[in-house]
């Protein structure tokens, strides 16, 4: 294996340029002031005290937290039982719904965000369909159409994680609780459920996530008045080109993510200390 | 004792094939039973019937005289060991064994009394915390044994649970469940393929095969009194003999009368004779029932397993005429060329193709310096469907030519009355180098002889187990040999303690109650 290790400088020296050092760029950008020489640097805490201070940008923040929660907790709902139903078809259906969850993922998301946007305007093809029976309502440039929106993108990761974890389980268990006196409800709840929670918690993480750092959802859907942080950063980095201030809150948001990401794992560990409890 | 399970006229069809071909079976209180069978005779679908995870097609399972075929399984006063234990893996050990009583809100304090007396019961009351899969198989397969046994079922099903442990764990696990079943006293459904297992445990053995149970009793009387051949080789050994019933109490075979314990055939019917190789006896020739001579010996530990061919099987010699190998030049056109003279059956001239006469005569051309095979363009006989010897000219596209005989022969076939078998083989030519370069001469012996063997009865082949010669395949001279082919002859496997010589004259010793009589089926 050793002479084998060699090829992968490429890959090392890729990842340090590509990767590494743009972090560190942002690192150094977030405790640095504006006007830098290439020389010497005015290191300062201002850019996230800046971002606690003002009560807007913690609105922003507790804005896109809910938005990826109640996105990740309605993509449980509505995923769960559709991995079920997957799970217990045969074979041959099954690879065919897969197929199907997979298939909108092969076109790009911002694509498809797009079509959205065209199906939920004013005068799209729901509020013509509301029309008639008198009613027309404002949908896009709200925070269901940006919901929507992320239901719609990440809702097939969730299908899959809960899918892979129903099959992974042996039948024979559900067999086994059936013969120890479990109808299908109390064998569902003591058995499937518990058993396909880790996939629960890995959709939850494909889900969240992205969710929560998401900035052309809402920026399409959720127009000018609706910003979640992504849209924070973006607009410091690309309108007012404070990219001290724009890392400052990409810090924040890494960090968020790293506790949310710890928080997750510590439920999926506590769930096999269980076990092994 | 009472019935506790009625299985009636059960079937049961998987995708148009029948699993199980109308079964019919009582199984009382307090019974150790194994279904033992092969693979695919059925045992677990019936038990999984029992269990509640199929539905029979047609006939009802009663439990305690009720209807239970169409219950669901949750619903069933029985619980199930399964193959691969199928423990829950989120659970511990005690969580693991309390779920049925959890299932049924058993108090608390209930429980625990319970589960921990179920640990103790199994050997494992140290283990209540521990998660399912830090325990070794074992372990794994007593806490599935206590999880079932929890609920205080009528009935505990088995579906195979030792099949994944080691030999020696194995034995130990079965003196076990033997112990557990006669402490808590419940009946056992224990389903197995391996016949030691069923042997060592149970009360009542219910040997299956294809959907049909061939024998339902104890084990000591399906391994005395077999009811067919499909049960005495599944169950042990077994020699098996054709035999004919001359009278009550009186058996023939290999042409010799014997006394025997078995009654109630009809006069000269047609049975087959079981012996066990350990009731069989070696002394010394003339003081043995039957006399043999001693094959082959393997030491199997505690016995030496000692095969006595009794009389040797059909056998037919041929002839095999050597001859230097001396080619045909062709130094115009760069050639070599061979062909032997050939035997050919009258029978066989309807069919002849020239591949054939090539192959028989072996006629092959070669380049002589890049020893290239050159093919045979033409094959000229006039060969007619009667005896006599005819010339066949074999030649290649540059006129290089040999000419050989073929002899049509009568067929040339020994037919064996007794054992109702024909053997079959020709004369042939051989070029002495043919025979020093053959790396299995047996096998192309029966090549060139065109040598075969048919059951009569059956229209089967019958494999030619011995090729015999007397010629020294590295150094042999030209000249005629005799080559002689030999189907195997009736052979006796027997247990001894003492080691035989091969190639010894022995006799073999049984007594009357050593011969088990079947019916032929």
């Known amino acids: 294996m050793k002479q084998f290790r060699k090829m992968t400088y490429p890959y090392v020296l890729w990842i340090s340029i590509m990767v590494v050092a743009p972090m560190l760029l942002i690192l150094l950008y977030a405790f640095t002031k504006e006007g830098n020489s290439v020389t010497d640097f005015l290191f300062t805490f201002n850019n996230f005290k800046r971002f606690f201070v003002d009560s807007v940008f913690v609105e922003v923040l507790l804005r896109s937290l809910r938005v990826a929660l109640v996105t990740t907790i309605l993509c449980i709902l509505l995923g769960y039982p559709a991995a079920y139903y997957i799970a217990k078809c045969s074979e041959g259906l099954k690879m065919r719904w897969v197929l199907v969850i997979t298939f909108p993922t092969w076109i790009n998301m911002l694509v498809r965000t797009y079509a959205w946007m065209g199906i939920l305007q004013d005068d799209g093809i729901i509020n013509k369909f509301l029309g008639l029976f008198g009613i027309q309502a404002t949908l896009l440039h709200t925070e269901f159409a940006v919901v929507l929106g992320m239901i719609y993108n990440f809702l097939p990761f969730m299908i899959l994680q809960i899918y892979t974890a129903l099959t992974k389980m042996d039948g024979s268990l559900l067999e086994a609780a059936a013969d120890l006196g479990a109808n299908r409800t109390k064998a569902f709840m003591r058995i499937t459920l518990p058993l396909s929670l880790p996939g629960v918690i890995s959709g939850i993480t494909l889900v969240f996530l992205p969710a929560v750092s998401s900035f052309f959802v809402p920026k399409l859907l959720g127009g000018g008045q609706y910003v979640m942080v992504g849209n924070l950063i973006e607009s410091q980095f690309l309108t007012s080109g404070d990219w001290n201030f724009g890392s400052a809150i990409s810090l924040i948001m890494v960090i968020i993510i790293m506790i949310s990401m710890y928080i997750t794992r510590k439920v999926d560990k506590t769930e096999v200390m269980e076990k092994r409890a | ?521």
């Not at chain 2, 087959?272 to 530990?301: A, M, Q, T, Y």
């Not at chain 2, 002849?352 to 094959?379: C, G």
């Open chain 2, 1 to 521: 004792m009472k019935k506790l399970i009625q299985f009636k006229n059960i079937v049961k069809n998987f995708d148009g094939t029948l699993v199980l071909k109308g079964i019919n079976l009582d199984i009382y209180e307090n019974e150790f039973v194994t279904l033992l069978g092969p693979s695919g005779c059925g045992k677990t679908t019936l038990l999984r019937i029992l269990g509640g995870f199929l539905e029979p097609d047609e006939g009802t399972v009663l439990m305690d005289g009720e209807d239970i075929s169409h219950l669901p399984p949750y619903k069933r006063d029985l619980n199930t060991v399964f193959q691969k234990y199928a423990l829950f893996p989120h659970m511990n050990v005690f969580d693991n064994v309390a779920f049925g009583l959890n299932i049924k809100k058993e108090p608390k304090d209930i429980i625990n009394q319970k589960v921990m007396r179920m640990l103790r019961l199994v050997g494992l009351e140290d283990y209540a915390k521990r998660g399912i899969t830090e325990m070794s198989g074992g372990q794994q397969q007593r806490v599935a044994i206590a999880r079932a046994l929890v609920n205080e079922p009528k009935v505990l099903l088995l579906d195979e649970p030792l099949s994944a442990l080691d030999a020696k764990l194995r034995k130990e696990m079965q003196r076990e469940l033997k112990k557990i079943q006669q402490e808590v006293g419940i009946t056992f459904i224990f389903v197995t393929h391996d016949q030691e297992e069923a042997l060592t445990m149970s009360d009542k053995i219910v040997v299956m095969k294809d959907g049909e149970i061939q024998q339902i009793g104890t084990p000591t009387d399906i391994y005395n009194e077999p009811a067919n051949r499909f049960v005495a080789n599944f169950i042990g050994e077994s020699n098996i003999i054709d035999g004919i019933m001359v009278e009550d109490f009186k058996v023939k075979f290999e042409d010799k009368v014997f006394d025997c314990v078995d009654a109630g055939f009809s006069k000269d019917e047609p049975v087959e004779v079981v012996i066990r190789p350990e009731d069989l006896d070696i002394v010394g020739p003339r003081n043995g029932k039957l006399r043999g001579i001693v094959k082959s010996v393997l030491f199997k530990g505690v016995h030496y397993e000692t095969i006595v061919e009794t009389s040797q099987g059909t056998s037919i010699t041929v002839k095999m005429t050597v001859s230097e190998d001396k080619p045909v030049v062709n130094s115009e056109a760069g050639e070599m060329m061979s062909a032997n003279d050939f035997y050919l059956d009258i029978l066989d001239i309807d069919e002849l193709t020239e591949n054939f006469i090539i192959s028989r005569a072996d006629a092959q051309a070669w380049n002589p310096e890049t020893s290239e095979r050159i093919s045979i363009y033409e094959v000229r006989h006039e060969i007619q469907k009667e005896k006599g010897s005819y010339p066949v000219t074999f030649s290649t596209s540059a006129g290089t030519t040999v000419t050989v005989n073929a002899i049509v022969a009568e067929i040339n076939k020994v037919v064996d009355e007794e054992y109702g078998e024909e053997i079959y083989a020709v004369n042939f030519f051989k070029k002495v180098d043919e025979i020093q370069e053959s790396l299995i001469l047996d096998t192309d012996l029966k090549i060139w002889a065109n040598a075969y063997a048919y059951d009569l009865e059956e229209k089967t082949a019958v494999e030619i187990t011995e090729v015999e010669y007397d010629f020294d395949p590295q150094n042999i001279q030209p000249g005629v040999y005799d080559v002689t082919f030999k189907t195997e002859g009736y052979e006796y496997k027997v247990d001894t303690t003492d080691k035989a010589e091969v190639g010894a004259s022995v006799g073999l010793k049984f007594g009357p109650e050593d011969l088990h009589i079947m019916r032929k089926q």
